[in-house]
Structure formats: C-alpha cells, structure tokens
C-alpha cells in the first residue's frame, strides 16, 4: 500500500485563522483526493486535485474556504480558511496506487479542532 | 443518486462468534464496491473491494465480502471475531466518473466483546 504522510496530525486553533494541512506521498500520484470527517460522521469528499490544473470542487465546498495547492505529483496542501467552530473535523488525503488504480489509500489524517 | 447504506450503527458480537456488517448499494451500472475499517485515532486502512469476478471476496484480516447482486449487497464477514476488530467499518462505492470519487455510507461500530 501507498505511504501516506499528513502533517500536522492534530491542531486546535482559533476561530478566524486559517490553517494548511500536507499531504506527502512516497511515489507519483495523478490525483489525490481531499476527505472531511466530522465529528460522529462519515467522510465527505472536498476536493479532487490534478496536478496541473485546478482542483475540482464537490458540491458545497468552495475554494476560497478551502484552497488546494499540488504542485508536484507527491504532495498537495488543503488549507481551511477563516475557521469556526464547525470545521471541526478530521481532514484525510487519499490516492489510487499505481499498482492498484481502482483502490484509494489513506493518510493518517488531520484532526482539526477549531476553538 | 449513487449511493450505499450501512443500515446498522452498532454491531456487538462475542469474540470467537461470526460477525456480519451489512452494506447495501444503489448505483447505476457495475458497481466498484469497498470496505475500510478506521480504528481509533487512525486513518482508513483498506480491507477489501469487488471490482468483478467471483462473488466472494477476501480481504485483510480474514475478512470477507460478499458480493449479491439481486439484493444490491455487500455484505462484511468474518468466521471467528477478534476483540482487536474492534472498530469502525465504512463501506463505500466507486462513482462511475471521471475522477474514483468514493461515497461512503455512514459507518457501522463493530465492538467485539472478550
């Protein structure tokens, strides 16, 4: 399976800052994917992100709140903007591996705490 | 809509006993179906997935799957629990798109009793 980094593993800020979470892969990835789980829920996905182009958006997520960086095949950057309370969540980056397109892996995620 | 369903939110089985966690799915052509099991403070670690093929899939773990297409199920299964399968199981389905956008359904804790 991939190895899949995130950093940082956990934060607590504060409402009105913004914070930006990385994802490092150990190999070359064509897309990697941006997950939000809030608390008690099940994952919900943010963003798709080609590298090269700009990221796809799924239905209520916005950019401005949620810019996405890939500037490189092995690495992207999800930053949450201007947070409340409400983006409390554990934020993970997924990839298809090469040698297995059809199934995504899973960083450790993010846990995000927004006072 | 494309979509799969974990109708149960808690499953409790006594270690040593079969264990089934129970997904059902909706989606228009062949399904790409998945299970991964996030414990505690940890990521989502893949199990196992039905792209096409035999009905009954294994995965990690000694877990398996069963793939019933008249009942649009997929249906997570283990012979013998252990107390260390303790966690939280999340099937998921594959859109047919463009991009491997994944749906998840809601989540089943499984908790496993000595």
């Known amino acids: 399976s991939a190895v899949i980094s995130q950093k940082p593993s956990r934060d607590i800020c504060q409402r009105g800052t913004s914070l930006t979470i990385q994802c490092q892969v150990d190999?070359?990835?064509?897309?990697m994917f941006w997950y939000r789980q809030q608390p008690g829920q099940s994952l919900t996905l943010i963003a798709t992100a080609n590298q090269g182009s700009e990221a796809t958006y799924e239905s209520g997520f916005v950019i401005d709140k949620f810019p996405i960086s890939r500037p490189n095949l092995t690495f992207s950057t999800l930053t949450v903007s201007n947070m409340s309370p409400e983006d409390s969540s554990i934020y993970l980056c997924s990839v298809p591996r090469a040698a297995s397109p059809d199934t995504q892996y899973f960083g450790p995620g993010t846990r995000l705490t927004v006072l | 809509a494309q979509s799969v369903a974990q109708p149960e939110d808690q499953v409790n089985v006594a270690e040593g006993n079969p264990l089934t966690v129970k997904c059902t799915y909706s989606?228009?052509?062949?399904?790409?179906l998945f299970w991964y099991v996030q414990y505690p403070n940890r990521g989502l670690q893949f199990l196992l997935k039905y792209i096409t093929g035999d009905n009954l899939v294994k995965g990690s773990y000694g877990f398996e799957a069963e793939f019933n297409k008249s009942q649009t199920s997929f249906h997570l299964k283990k012979p013998s629990a252990l107390v260390s399968d303790s966690a939280l199981y999340f099937c998921?389905?594959?859109?047919?798109?463009?991009?491997?956008?994944?749906?998840f359904g809601t989540g089943t804790r499984l908790l496993v009793s000595p």
């Open positions: 998921a389905v594959r859109l047919n798109t463009g991009f491997q956008k994944l749906v």
């Open positions: 190999s070359q990835v064509t897309m």
């Open positions: 989606v228009s052509g062949n399904p790409y």
